[in-house]
């Protein structure tokens, strides 16, 4: 269990010095046990503090990095069952398996797609995370020869190794020094060398279960054996057992701070089953898998798990927003259509995606309404006639435009013309279409 | 050291409701676990998927899932029997789209009778949803209560608007009932109060708690099934034990996703493929959050939805 902050107190000098920024030594326990200090904000305390409470407050899931640089991905550091609590942290990195059996032409396909998987939406860019190499051929060369390529061509994707044998891993790994990779495959009989190894490259340790207890069994005798970062996997493979499994680990490790689970969940998805394969996927990333490794990557099924990911990990509380002011398209002159939105992000990309697809250029205003959708901000009265207006007033867009001053409005809010239209003097309101795909037909048939 | 399993128990359960009757009838429900937690509790019964079928041909459907139903579409009938005897549908959704005073303007009358004509020609239960119109709603669904008297079938949807007369016309033709209101838990309670306040039997309640497509609100809808199953099991809160229905194909098939065609949207890759796994996903998620009872389009992903089902079973 976490300590709480009378425990914490008796740990610190109580001398109230007030260097950590806090009044008393007591209010600073309290903001510890709320995960709302760092303990390096006190300089004096002690050795022996440091180390009790660096155990009790070190987050309940591990934190721990996959790959390096720009591409990184982190991972763990989850503290809820549920997402409406609070916001999910780290989003579940998605990777695709590479058998080292596979031909080198297959193989250069599959980093191909990998290297060119990244897609922009809403705002933010999604991409396959890793690249998971199997040891399907059990030959230690076979499975260097596959590493050192994926070393070679894709430098900056993150790997995960997948093997059982020490040999293929001591191999493979020589081309993945401090690279943040994942060396998978620790098991009962395997253990000592395969934290041997992990160490030695600065690697994440797989730990590849039976069980959850022969699970926690072999995490512990990694950390005795010196391993700190691990990715566990109980050997759930069925979708009942994965959901089983990780809301165990997760309830174990947030509601009783159980160490030897504390770490993030690795999760094999593959199926021969394309679509089967994609719901499996969907259930570890909704219900607390790290990592997912897929058979394959196909753009219909990376765009859909994508989609998931960012939706699961959005904050609960704050939806996703973009800036209010008006956005340029294109090069607009002073005649160019003028519209409306609010800054919900998927309604400012999705217009502003289709106003690019009309290839007119224009300008597109975007109003503070909390981050909500059209008809939600409508019905919340956060895009009213008098709130637009002023937008309009104080934006200072008067001076841009030519002679005729007019304001495009969503079709789904055609309700609000006259009153706009009453609040902007000499402003003409024309109603536009419903939904965004209609927009390029109607923007072009305005220049036509 | 071993591992102790943190397992939970709840004090509620979520009500068991059986729709249909005769050997086709299938009951949902039952639980006194959150979704699939087998390994903690009672999960007596697998979530259904009913197929959706409309009183007027699917013009509006993009083409991905309108081909499905080529040719057999021109019918409601024809339709449903299609789904039931080809597709192995356990249940039927019929949606009165026609009814809608923008589209065919179907009176009443002409609703009950084709929702009499199915009821005489399938023998699964049957789903009978109006056109969301909440005013021609409540006349559309007193005929359709009463032609579809004593069959046990589900009749929707009630939506605070228009719930008095739709609840009555449950109530006396014994009918289960759907309940919708707009994302958000206090909202989907204060209905199923009010409902059961008019005396309606809660335990014949099913809540809608409304849906969305995957990347167009799912995490809402997500979120508050989590919610309103957390309520009904861990606070015993009997308003909120109604099993939850997901209307999942309506809001699936008019996103941008299912219906630009990949020479549009190179990045994104097969339309056919995208559209079947954009409804299977976005079902299967709300599974996960707490859904019993799910309302599909297109064959494959109700296929694909059903073998996640079958593997949920440990
Ligand atoms: C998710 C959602 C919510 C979320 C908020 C999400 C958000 N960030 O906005 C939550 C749960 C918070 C919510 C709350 C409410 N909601 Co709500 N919500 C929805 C839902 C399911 C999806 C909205 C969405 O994300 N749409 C996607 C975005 C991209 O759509 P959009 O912004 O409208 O943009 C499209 C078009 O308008 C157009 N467009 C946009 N800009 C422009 C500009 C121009 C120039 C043009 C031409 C076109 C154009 O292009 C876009 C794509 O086609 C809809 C129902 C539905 N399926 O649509 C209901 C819906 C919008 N909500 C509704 C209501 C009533 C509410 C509440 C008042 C009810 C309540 N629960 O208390 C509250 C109000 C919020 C508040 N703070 O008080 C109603 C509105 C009814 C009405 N006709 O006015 C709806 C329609 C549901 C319904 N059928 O009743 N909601
Ligand atoms: S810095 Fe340390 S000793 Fe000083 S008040 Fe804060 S907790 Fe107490």
Known sequence: ?448 | MPFTPPRESYSGKIFEETIGSGPKAITVGGENVLPFHSFEGATPHKPVIAFEVQDVPPEDWPEVVKEVYKGVSGDPVTWAKYCIEKLGAETIALRLVGTHPDRQNFSPDEAAETVRKMLAAIDVPLIILGSQHAEKDSSVLIKCAEAAKGTNSVLGKAQEANHKTIVAAAMANDLKLIAMSELDINLSKQLNILITQMGFDKAKLMTDPMSSALSYGLEYTYSVMERIKLAALAQNDPTLQPPILADVGMMVWKVKETQAPEADMPAWGSLKDRGIAWEAVTAASFLIAGAEVLIMRHPDSINAVKKFIAEMEV
């Open chain 1, 1 to 448: 269990m976490a300590l709480t902050g009378v425990e914490i107190f008796k740990l610190l000098p109580k001398t109230n010095c007030k260097k950590c920024g806090q009044p008393t030594c007591l209010a600073f326990a309290m903001k510890l046990a709320q995960r709302q200090a760092s303990l390096d904000q006190c300089p004096d305390v002690s050795a022996e503090a440091k180390q009790k409470l660096g155990e009790a407050s070190a987050p309940p899931i591990r934190p721990i990095k996959l790959g390096t640089g720009d591409r990184a991905v982190k991972m763990g550091e989850e503290t809820v069952l549920f997402r409406h609590e609070k916001k999910f942290v780290n989003p579940c990195a998605l990777a695709v398996a590479m058998k080292d059996t596979a031909s080198g032409a297959d193989a250069q396909k599959l980093i191909d797609a990998v290297l060119g998987s990244e897609i922009d939406r809403v705002g933010q860019k999604l991409r396959i995370d890793a690249i998971a190499i199997t040891n399907d051929s059990g030959d230690p060369g076979k499975f260097e020869a596959m590493a050192k390529l994926v070393a070679e061509k894709a430098p900056a994707v993150a790997v995960i190794l997948s093997t059982t044998s020490p040999d293929a891993a001591e191999a493979a790994l020589k081309h993945f020094s401090n690279k943040g990779a994942v060396l998978y495959g620790a098991n009962a009989s395997n253990l000592d060398a395969m934290a041997a190894w992990a160490k030695a490259a600065k690697a994440t340790l797989g730990i590849a279960a039976a069980s959850l207890d022969e699970l926690s069994d072999l995490t512990e005798k990694a950390k005795a054996a010196g391993v700190e970062d691990m990715v566990i996997d109980s050997g759930a493979r069925k979708a009942g057992e994965i959901i089983r499994d990780n809301t165990l680990i997760r309830r174990a490790a947030i509601k009783k701070n159980v160490k030897s689970v504390g770490y993030p969940v690795i999760t094999f998805a593959m199926r021969d089953d394309n679509m089967l394969e994609t719901l499996v996927a969907s259930a570890a990333i909704a219900k607390y898998s790290s990592i997912v490794v897929l058979s394959s990557m196909e753009k219909w099924k990376d765009l859909a798990l994508f989609s998931l990911r960012q939706n699961i990990y959005t904050d609960p509380q704050v939806p996703m927003q973009v800036e209010q002011k008006i956005y340029k398209i294109g090069e607009p002159g002073p005649e160019a259509p003028f519209m409306i939105t609010t800054n919900f992000s998927l309604t400012y990309f999705i217009v502003s995606g289709e106003i690019e697809n009309s290839k007119v250029p224009a300008r597109l205003a975007v109003l503070d309404s909390e981050g909500l959708s059209v008809l939600t901000a409508w019905a919340a009265g956060k895009f009213t006639a008098s709130k637009i207006a002023q937008f309009i007033k104080e934006s200072g867009i008067e001076g841009e435009l030519g002679g005729t001053k007019e304001l495009i409005i969503p079709g789904y809010v055609a309700i609000l013309s006259g009153s706009i239209e009453d609040k902007l003097e000499g402003w003409k309101i024309t109603v536009g279409p419903r939904e965004a795909n209609g927009l390029p037909a109607f923007l072009k048939s305005r220049v036509a």
